[in-house]
Structures are given as structure tokens and as C-alpha cells.
């Protein structure tokens, strides 16, 4: 069964469709350049390795008075520029970053919650095999499951956030956006067999689509 690490080259395939890329938030590969200018245009942005981690060297990272936050394992004021890139680094280890625009996920009881969206191919067809609900343990911003975050059923971490009325249009989109975004990697990389999707929904209802792998958990 086919796997496709680089998250990097799983987003430049789904960008070029007008209607994923609208889901998708902005993105930059890591440079001391990119980060300042994301910086300047979003409040906050995250960093995550180009061939994942299961969320441990992810950081989210803000400006805050004259410093900056890094939330990592923990959270880490910082008091100057060369500071922050001094902390980057050492989290990273030389690994190439991406930096994705923060989303402002909405929360359950403070705590941020995702989705995942896992599809299988049956046959010649696609299946979806789950959709799930995950909530990031208190005090982290990841939902790895992993990082001690908590699997939810998809429909009931969606009600615990929006109304009601809502719940199937969110499903319906995340599920609608995975089939699409499908199509166009298995066109591009013949021989995927499982896809996983993790998605958030802002706090306004807008749904995003942060991570594609290849090999879910």
C-alpha cells in the first residue's frame, strides 16, 4: 500500500482544486522570512514537520506584547526574535517546517477539538470508515491521540460546539471535501489504499482542512 510523507506535496495536489483549496488555510514553507511575514498577517501560526510526528514537534506560536508564545509541550514566553528562532530550532532538530495560518478551532469546554475523516478503498471504491471527534487534553493545543487527546463520536463532538441544525451540514462537508480531495490523490499517487483527513471547524463554522495521511492511525 502506498504512502505519501511529505505533507507538502499532498497539499500542492489538493490546491490546485478551487474547491478544497477554499478549505485550505495559508501556508509557507518554514524560513525565518515566512514566519515573520505570517506573523504580520494572522494572529497566530503553526509549525509542523513536512514528514509528521504524531503532533510532538508541532508548535503554535503568536506575538504577545513586544515578545512572542511558543506553545509546544508547554508554553514558553520569548523575549526576542532570535530568541524564538533559537527555540524553533530546537524543537525542529533540522527537520523542514511548514507553517500553516492558526485557526481559531472551536472548543469544548475550552479545550480545541478536531475531526478526522478516515477512508478506505474497497474494491474499486472508497469507503469511509470513520469520523471522529478529537479533544485536545487540557493545556495543549494538539489533538494527537497520542498527546493524551480523547476520541469522541464525530456527530457528538459537532453538537457539543454548533447547534443542532448544523451537525449534518458539518459532517456532510468534511465528508464531501474527503471524497474530493481522494479523487485527486489517487490520480496523482495510483496505489493509496487508506486515507485519513483531520479537519477543524472555526469558531464561526468555517471548516478547514489541516492534514492528509497516508498511513492513519
Known amino acids: 500500500m502506498r504512502r505519501v510523507a511529505s505533507k507538502w ?5 489538493l490546491l490546485q482544486h478551487s474547491g478544497v483549496a477554499k478549505h485550505i488555510p495559508a501556508m509557507r514553507r518554514y524560513s525565518a522570512e515566512n514566519l515573520a511575514a505570517m506573523l504580520r498577517q494572522f494572529q497566530f ?8 510526528t504524531g503532533g510532538s514537534r508541532v508548535m503554535k506560536i503568536q506575538k504577545s506584547g513586544s515578545g512572542f508564545m511558543l506553545h509546544n509541550a508547554g ?15 530546537r524543537i525542529r532538530q533540522n527537520r523542514p517546517l511548514m507553517i500553516q495560518q492558526g485557526i481559531h478551532l472551536a472548543t469544548i469546554n475550552g479545550r480545541p477539538v478536531d475531526y478526522r475523516v478516515k477512508l478506505a478503498k ?14 485536545a487534553r487540557p493545556g495543549l493545543f494538539v489533538t494527537n491521540l ?11 463532538a459537532v453538537r457539543q460546539t454548533f447547534p443542532a441544525s448544523l451537525v449534518k451540514s458539518k459532517i456532510d462537508t468534511m465528508v464531501g471535501v474527503s471524497r474530493t480531495c481522494t479523487m485527486l490523490l489517487e490520480g496523482k499517487y495510483p496505489g493509496i489504499g487508506m486515507l ?15 492534514e492528509v495521511n497516508t498511513k492513519p492511525h
Open 45 to 52: 501560526v503553526v509549525a509542523k514537520p513536512i514528514v509528521g
Open 122 to 135: 474497497v474494491g474499486r471504491s472508497w469507503e469511509i470508515r470513520a469520523v471522529v471527534g478529537r479533544l
Open 75 to 89: 508554553t514558553k514566553t520569548i523575549y526576542n526574535w532570535n530568541e524564538l528562532l533559537q527555540a524553533i530550532n
Open 9 to 13: 506535496s499532498k497539499f500542492a495536489v
Open 196 to 210: 485519513g483527513y483531520d479537519f477543524g471547524i472555526d469558531k464561526r463554522g468555517t471548516v478547514w482542512i489541516f
Open 146 to 156: 497520542c498527546q493524551g487527546g480523547t476520541q469522541l463520536k464525530g456527530r457528538h
